[in-house]
């Protein structure tokens, strides 16, 4: 009973931290000036990088694999 009423009260406190992490990104863009960014295939630049070394890691891990089996 104890856990529930803790687990409960965590949610509920996750839940706040994030209603009021996203009404503050919300409000950010629209004080900030906008950034001349020009985005590749709909990414910013961090995004693009994160998809090819994450491909890159894909492609190494499926060929180890197949060169196992």
Known sequence: MYFAIFYVAF???????????HRH????????PR?????????TSPQLAILVV???IAVAT?????RVL
């Open 11 to 21: 949610l509920a406190w996750a839940i706040a931290q994030l209603n009021q992490l």
């Open 54 to 56: 994450v491909f890159a």
């Open 25 to 32: 990104r919300t409000l950010e863009p629209e004080l900030a």
């Open 35 to 43: 950034e001349n960014t020009r985005p590749v295939l709909g990414l």
């Open 62 to 66: 499926f060929s180890w694999a197949l």
